[in-house]
């Protein structure tokens, strides 16, 4: 059968008009689809800055200091520290990391915790922050900071790290806690 007989051009034209109504329920479809979540985003995008307005940039000293306080003794106590038994006293149970294009959670921070304490050689890890925000949003504390690391062997200075990283703090039953952390490596110039 060729294309200019009946039939081909018959069961051409079907296929064309299949196309076309599949097209054009595709494309209501599609819009449908966008004006629902238009819709959605409008009425969510609403209840967040109402409840944005009433909340944002009311952070007491005593929170400030909280949030402080859980950033600097997590890394002394746990990075430095390697005391995978204090993960507790600040990560919520479902904690999470990105750290440098890694998901890591309570479980893989112990496991780096245990493989480091494996080298007897472990130099000393000394932290020091500065925080760009610490803003609260609800009843949530986000935090944002640069972390710098000095690791020593005896009194010698045998690496410096350099990381940017936010975290988000919350309360919970025990007290506050860091519910997820992120963590971009900073290249440091060396000496």
């Known amino acids: 059968m060729s294309i200019t007989s009946p039939k081909g051009i ?11 109504i599949g097209t054009l329920y595709y494309a209501y479809d599609k819009t449908t ?30 929170e400030t200091q909280i949030a402080k306080d859980l950033i600097i003794g997590s890394f002394d106590d746990l990075w430095g520290g390697m005391d995978f038994t204090m993960i507790l006293d600040y990560h919520t149970e479902d904690y999470y990391i990105l750290e440098h ?28 922050m500065e925080y760009h925000t610490i803003e609260k949003f609800g009843n949530a504390i986000n935090v944002a900071y640069d972390n710098y690391g000095n690791f020593y062997n005896g009194d010698s200075l045998v690496y410096q790290g350099h990381w940017l990283e936010s975290a988000l703090i919350i309360p919970t039953e025990a007290g506050w806690r860091i519910r997820s952390m992120h963590s971009t490596r900073i290249p440091v110039e060396k000496k």
Not at 11 to 20: E, R, Y
Request: with cysteine; hydrophobic share 35%.
């Open 101 to 128: 294009g890694e998901i890591w959670d309570n479980a893989r921070v112990k496991q780096f915790m245990l493989d480091q304490l494996k080298n007897k050689n472990l130099p000393r890890r000394v932290n020091r």
């Open 33 to 62: 689809a966008y004006d629902k979540l238009e819709q959605s985003y409008h009425k969510v995008q609403k209840e967040v800055n109402s409840t944005t307005e009433q909340s944002i940039n009311t952070i007491t000293a005593e």
């Open 10 to 20: 018959f069961g051409i034209a079907s296929f064309l008009i299949l196309c076309l």
